[in-house]
Structures are given as C-alpha cells and as structure tokens.
C-alpha cells in the first residue's frame, strides 16, 4: 500500500510537472494579446486625432499641432500654409496675421506667376502635365486653399494606389476650385475632378514641398503656372 501511494505521488508530480509549460504558455499569449489590444486601441486613438491641413488657418497652428500629413518627411507641416510660420524646432512664428484674416501679409499679383520646377528632377511630373493639358486641363491656374482636402479626397477615393507610388494631380488640389470651367469641375466640393496619373513617390512628394514653399506668399485667387526648366 505503501508503494503504491509512493507510485501516485510520483505520478501526480509527473502530471503536475507536464502542465506547468502550458499554463505558463497560455498566460503569455494573454499579456500578449493584451498588449496587441493596448497597442491597437493607441494606434486608432492616434488616428481619430489626425488632423487635416485645412483645419487650420496658418501653418504655425498646423506646425504647433503636428498632426497632419508630412509629406516630405522634414518635419514641417502643412507647407502650403499661410503665414504665420513655424519651422521645426521652433518656438516663435516668423511673421504675423490677425485671427479673422488667415492670408494677412500675402500678395496677389495681377500677373501670372510663372513657378519654375526642373525638368531633369521631375521628369515624370512634366509628363503628366503635357498629358493633361493636351487632355483640356487649363495651362493657368489659380490658389483656392480652401476645401484642398475635401478636393483631394474626393478625387482619389477610388484611384488605385501602388507600392512606391503617389497619386498625382493636375491641377493640384490647391490649385483648382475657383476660376475658369476647366478649374470648378464637378461639385461637392466644388473643383475636385481632375486628372491622375501614379508617379514615383520621392518624386512627387519633393514636388510638393517645393510647390508649397514657392506659393506660400501667394493669396488664394492668385494666378500662376508650371514652367519647367
């Protein structure tokens, strides 16, 4: 009798042993999911408090925020932006606008302006605009800054995207919405039609940025084009 208690003993250490891994094993995949579930909570909260350019006025606001679109990955948002600016690092705005006049301190020539891109660095951009102007799209166009996001989500809602790759306008979203027919195509929001065509990535964003930078003085309503060099 005594033996066989010393053999269940033995037996029940064996089992106890064999189950410890399993359990250690299933509380690990709980921290685990746990942690997945902490993280994926994060990731959405993060995301519902995206912001978009045209939530703000100027892009010292955009840049104090720092929850939009970065597209060239500088750390400046919003470029496209009236000022007041603030650059990365900052802790003052270069120049002033009073609250109820976002473009205060832009200007607005009467003549086109004529926004010079390298051809050589942006070939692809190039083609795109020769495409699309042969296609009927205005060689002039004009800043409306207001609705640019409401434009550029409408128009590429259904547009494919592709690794490596960016959908690019013409005109550009900021570019359309008030001027001749060709400019305020299609409503809801007003302007948003345009033509698309996928560029490389680097390219298109580099685009942008120096776009931005280059319209930046400019007030909505101000006429300008592309030329390429």
Known sequence: ML??????????????????????STETKT????????????????????GRCSDFSNQAAAQR?????????????CESLPCPCLKKGASKPSGTAAPSNPEAGCVKPS?????GFSATKYPNIRRHVLRA???????????????????????????????GYDRDEYP???GRGRGSE??????????WMASVMLVPSSENRSHGA???????????????SYRFY
């Open 182 to 191: 060709a400019l305020t195509r299609g409503a809801n929001p007003v302007g």
């Open 133 to 163: 102007v042969r296609g009927g799209w205005p060689k002039t166009l004009m800043i409306d800054r207001r609705g640019t996001d409401a434009r550029r989500d409408r128009l590429l809602a259904n547009v494919a995207t592709r690794d």
């Open 65 to 77: 925020a720092a929850n939009t679109r970065d597209g060239d990955g500088d750390g400046v948002y």
């Open 172 to 174: 550009p979203a900021m």
């Open 111 to 115: 003549a086109v302006q004529q926004i």
């Open 31 to 50: 921290a685990a999911a746990s942690a997945a579930a902490k993280t994926a909570t994060a990731t959405d909260a993060a995301a519902a408090a995206a």
């Open 210 to 224: 120096v776009m931005g930078i280059k319209l930046r003085r400019f007030c909505s309503g101000t006429r300008f």
């Open 3 to 24: 033996l066989l208690a010393a053999c269940g003993g033995t037996e029940a250490m064996v089992r106890s042993t064999e189950t410890a891994p399993e359990a250690s």
